[in-house]
């Protein structure tokens, strides 16, 4: 019997939920438009965190929710 798509390791819809709601506020906290080169980070480094194990929507957002310190370039 084949496995389903949830044994293969892809992730679940109540994940892509977490994972979004984490990725929108760290782009409003760090006032990226979400189509932007910054914003594919963030999205790629959440997707690592989370297949390393970091599944908490708390420490997702910790990690790459932070504000910006730098001041943002034209």
């Known amino acids: 019997m084949p496995k389903s798509v949830y044994d293969r390791g892809l992730l679940r819809p109540d994940d892509i939920a977490k994972l979004q709601r984490v990725f929108d506020e760290a782009c409003r906290r760090r006032d990226v438009h979400p189509d932007s080169a910054e914003a594919r980070e963030i999205a790629l480094n959440l997707l ?12 997702l957002m910790e990690t790459v929710g932070f504000r910006r310190l730098e001041p943002k370039s034209a």
């Open 48 to 59: 690592a965190l989370h297949n390393a194990g970091m599944v908490e929507e708390e420490m």
